[in-house]
C-alpha cells in the first residue's frame, strides 16, 4: 500500500459554527438523529462542546485521506466522512437547544459582563504562547478575528478547547488558569443559549431537548470511531493516526457539571484501538526469564490476522446521503 509521510503538525481544535449555520445541519441530519435506534445511543459523559471543536480541528486531516480510503478501503461508507462535520455542527445545536430549554435563564448582560473580560485574557495568553510555539498561531488568530456577541460565545469554546488539547505541554507557562479555561467552556454555550432565548424565546422541552442531543452526540461519535478505525489501518506505518484522528475518550475524567457533562468517560463498544494488532507471524513477546508475556489490553494474540478494515456501514444506523 502507498504510503504518505507522517503529520508532523497537531491539528488545533476549531470554534463551532455560528447558530444559524448550525441550525441547517441540524435539519440536514435530524432523519438520522431521530432513527438512531435505542441500542446505539451513548451516555453522554464528554463535554459536547469541545468534542465538536476537536471533531472540527481533525477534519482537513481526515479530508485529505479521503482518495486513500476510497482506494485502499472501498468497502467504507463515505458518507461518514462527507457528513462528519454535519453531525459535530448538528451536535453542537442539540447542545444548545438543550441549554436553552431549562427552567433558569441566564440574562445576556451578566453574562457577556463575564465572557468579554475572560476571552481577552485567555486570548492574551494563547497568543504569547503561540509566540514561543507552544499553541497553534493560525488558530489563535482566527479566533482572534472574531466580533459580535455570538463570535465572543464561540471563541470561548474554541479558547477552552485550544488550552484543553495542549495543557500537558503549556501548563506552568500561562497565567492562565484550569478553572478559567473550564469555565470558558461553560460559559461560551451558556452565552449563546441565553442569545437564542432572547431572540427566538425558549428551545423545545427538557426532555425532548435532552432526547435530541443523545442522539445527535451518538451520531457524531459513531461516525467518528468508524472513521477512526479507517485511519488506524491506513496510517499503521507511520504511526500517527492518533495524531489525525485522536480519541475523544483520550484522558477525559472528572466529575460532571450541568453544563460540561464531563464524567469517568468510557469509550461506546466501537471505539477503536490506535492501531491494527501485530502482522500474522510475529513472535510473541517474553519476559527475562523466557515465559510469554502478557498481551497488553486489547492486543491480538501472535499470529493472529490483522483486524478487518472497517464495515461498510454501523449496526443500526441509518445512512442519508
Excluded: C
Aim: hydrophobic residues 40%.
Amino acid at each position: 500500500m502507498a504510503k504518505s509521510s507522517s503529520v508532523k503538525k497537531k491539528p488545533s481544535p476549531k470554534k463551532p459554527s455560528a447558530p444559524p449555520q448550525a441550525a441547517a445541519a441540524f435539519d440536514k441530519a435530524l432523519p438520522e438523529i431521530e432513527a438512531l435506534s435505542p441500542d446505539r445511543l451513548i451516555p453522554l459523559n464528554l463535554d459536547v462542546p469541545r468534542v465538536v471543536s476537536q471533531v472540527l480541528g481533525v477534519l482537513p486531516g481526515l479530508r485529505a485521506l479521503r482518495a486513500d480510503i476510497t482506494e485502499h478501503l472501498p468497502t467504507f461508507e463515505l458518507a461518514r466522512l462527507d457528513r462528519l462535520e454535519t453531525y459535530a455542527l448538528a451536535a453542537w445545536y442539540a447542545h444548545l437547544l438543550w441549554l436553552s430549554s431549562g427552567d433558569a435563564e441566564s440574562a445576556v448582560k451578566p453574562l457577556l459582563a463575564e465572557a468579554a473580560p475572560l476571552r481577552e485574557n485567555l486570548l492574551g495568553d494563547a497568543e504569547a504562547l503561540a509566540r514561543r510555539g507552544l499553541l497553534d498561531a493560525e488558530a489563535v488568530a482566527d479566533i482572534r478575528a472574531g466580533q459580535g456577541h455570538i463570535d465572543t460565545a464561540n471563541d470561548l469554546v474554541a479558547l477552552s478547547a485550544l488550552f484543553s488539547a495542549s495543557w500537558s505541554e503549556i501548563a506552568g507557562k500561562t497565567a492562565a488558569t484550569e478553572e478559567e479555561v473550564k469555565r470558558a467552556g461553560e460559559i461560551g454555550p451558556q452565552l449563546l443559549a441565553a442569545l437564542g432565548i432572547r431572540e427566538h424565546g425558549k428551545g423545545p422541552g427538557p426532555t425532548e431537548a435532552a432526547d435530541k442531543r443523545t442522539r445527535a452526540f451518538s451520531l457524531l461519535v459513531h461516525a467518528y470511531d468508524q472513521i477512526r478505525r479507517a485511519v488506524a489501518y491506513l496510517r499503521w506505518d507511520e504511526e500517527d493516526a492518533d495524531v489525525i484522528a485522536p480519541s475523544l475518550y483520550k484522558g477525559r475524567t472528572g466529575r460532571a457539571t450541568p453544563s460540561t457533562d464531563t464524567d469517568t468517560a468510557t469509550a461506546p463498544p466501537d471505539e477503536a484501538p490506535a492501531g491494527p494488532a501485530a502482522p500474522p507471524g510475529t513472535p510473541a513477546p517474553v519476559t527475562p526469564d523466557g515465559t510469554a508475556a502478557p498481551l497488553a489490553p486489547g492486543a491480538a494474540p501472535s499470529g493472529t490476522a490483522t483486524p478487518p478494515a472497517p464495515s461498510a456501514a454501523p449496526n443500526g444506523a441509518p445512512t442519508v446521503g
